[in-house]
């Protein structure tokens, strides 16, 4: 059974950071497409970041871009992303998905993603 579980929200202040952790198991394979999700109340989930286990290629939306880095440890078989800068409009619930035996890096659907985790809140004040 692949389970997603997501740690490291919280609240910060603007120009802070934090790291969030996304730990995978319930499967063998290290070529999947892994990625970061984020819904906050009263929008549409969108993708923040992306990266393809098997080869290292990454996604970023551009709104994240320079501010944001995502990586993993295959060993460990997590998921990181590391959110440096954090704006007011960063706040929401941020999610870790996953498909797997996949190379769908730069897709930013929802969709096409088929686990999920339960997510962590990400607060930022101004």
């Known amino acids: 059974q692949v389970q997603l579980v997501e740690s490291g929200g919280g609240s910060v202040q603007a120009g802070g950071s934090l790291r969030l952790s996304c730990a995978a198991s319930g499967y063998s394979s290290n070529r999947n497409s892994m990625a970061w999700f984020r819904q906050a109340p009263g929008k549409e989930r969108e993708a923040v970041a992306g990266i393809y286990t098997g080869g290292g290629s990454t996604y970023y939306a551009p709104s994240v871009k320079g501010r944001f880095t995502i990586s993993q440890d295959n060993a460990k078989n997590t998921v990181y992303l590391q959110m440096d800068s954090l704006k007011p409009e960063d706040t929401g619930m941020y999610y870790c998905?996953?498909?797997?035996?996949?190379?769908?890096?730069?897709?930013?659907?929802?969709?096409?993603?088929?686990?999920w985790g339960q997510g962590t809140q990400v607060t930022v004040s101004s």
């Open positions: 998905a996953a498909a797997l035996n996949s190379n769908i890096v730069g897709i930013a659907r929802p969709e096409f993603y088929g686990y």
